[in-house]
């Protein structure tokens, strides 16, 4: 396993650790007591929550300051790039005698990232927030044609540096059995409604 990265930036989530806490953990959420009976929320809701906070907390001690309203694919990109910073997968640079290893003999210099397949879970998440909190389809940045481009480069360029080829899963042919199932909640294609849960790959 890739050792974790030291950098470590202002935490918006109460001081527990970098943004890397929001972004990689998938920690339950913390209730009452034994006897409280209030319904908790998913593990998959209370990291949604995590990550919107978080990147609400981006923007304004972004310079400039930016509303939500102000937010484009580029800020999304750019907010994504300042992520990498705390990720924890090794990426080989060109010119690093391990570009292209998967299992390189000895540590080399090279910088430590976030992984493709957190990248795409985290945009999963924060595009399905942007509309529960009141932003429209059309204007979601999360799903800019830009962010989905840039996305696609860092799957195929991180893949290629640490030489473990991207295999897509063949989807299987619709049937009535699997329509029930997707349309009441089911995992089989959760980052075409936003989840991205089932996208996580820490191989990129």
């Known amino acids: 396993m890739d050792s974790e990265s030291g950098a470590r930036g202002p935490d918006p989530n109460g001081g527990e650790g970098p943004y890397s806490t929001a972004i990689n953990s998938g920690g339950a959420f913390e209730g009452g007591g034994c006897g409280s009976t209030a319904v908790l929320p998913s593990r998959y809701e209370s990291q949604k929550r995590r990550d919107w906070k978080t990147f609400l907390q981006y923007l304004k001690q972004h310079k400039p300051p930016l509303t939500l ?17 705390f990720g924890k997968t090794k990426v080989h640079v060109t010119g690093c005698p391990y570009f292209g290893q998967p299992n390189p003999p000895e540590p080399c210099a090279c910088p430590l990232k976030q992984a493709w397949g957190s990248l795409d879970a985290l945009m999963g998440r924060l595009r399905a927030a942007y509309e529960e909190n009141g932003g429209r389809l059309e204007s979601n940045p999360f799903g800019a044609k830009a962010v989905r481009i840039y996305l696609r480069e860092v799957r195929e360029g991180r893949a290629k540096a640490r030489g473990i080829p991207y295999e897509k899963k063949k989807r299987k042919r619709s049937t009535g059995a699997a329509f029930t199932v997707s349309m009441t909640g089911g995992v089989s294609s959760t980052s075409d409604v936003g989840g991205g849960v089932g996208s996580v790959d820490g191989n990129f």
């Open 69 to 85: 309203t102000q937010c484009s694919g580029a800020h999304v990109i750019e907010f994504l790039k300042y992520l990498d910073q």
